[in-house]
């Protein structure tokens, strides 16, 4: 076999292994957009939209945009990320939690930015969202009750825990 045959068949596995990779990210980003929404219990309208993992977002669905690779194309074989708006008021205020999924030997581990990983066990089930929905959730819990205890006892202003807030003109949006 030539060396140029045997590199692109290596690369034509390369692909194939990444599309598994995104393919995975993205079936489980889209269980935890519709899933976190009900888990939450919003009976006023969308709770939850996939954004990009970084800079300005609205709350809106932004389709492949909210990856960090292309759905298509060549594509690196690595770590995705994507961004996950959640609306945190009955008004319009959303944070973005910035989730980084990552394939360690039979585990898939996600992890919140700056905040705790979740590792599930290849290959994922649609029952697995359910637990993980919990996790996502006491962990946006557990950064607002952080921090009205330290402005309690006198000591706040950190944000360091993996959401990213934005204000725009009517909306409110952080990234924490």
Known sequence: MPRFDELVATVEIYQALAE????????????????????????????VHLVPPAGPFEPRAY??????IPPRGFRPLGPVSFGLAVRV????????????????????IVQIEEGAEYEFQLPIREED???FNA?????????????????????????AIGFD????????RFDI
């Open 89 to 108: 008021s009955k008004g319009q205020d959303w944070l973005r939690l910035v989730l980084n999924c990552r394939k360690t030997g039979d585990s898939f």
């Open 135 to 159: 996790h996502i959730y006491q962990h946006i819990l557990d950064w607002f009750t952080e921090n009205i205890e330290r402005y309690r006892e006198g000591s706040y202003g950190s944000r």
């Open 20 to 47: 598994e990779n995104y393919n995975r990210i993205r079936r489980l980003a889209e269980e935890v957009r519709s899933g976190l929404c009900d888990y939450l219990g919003a009976s006023d309208g969308i709770c």
């Open 129 to 131: 969202a359910g637990p």
């Open 165 to 172: 807030f934005s204000l725009p003109e009517s909306t409110s």
């Open 63 to 68: 389709g492949d945009q909210a990856f960090s």
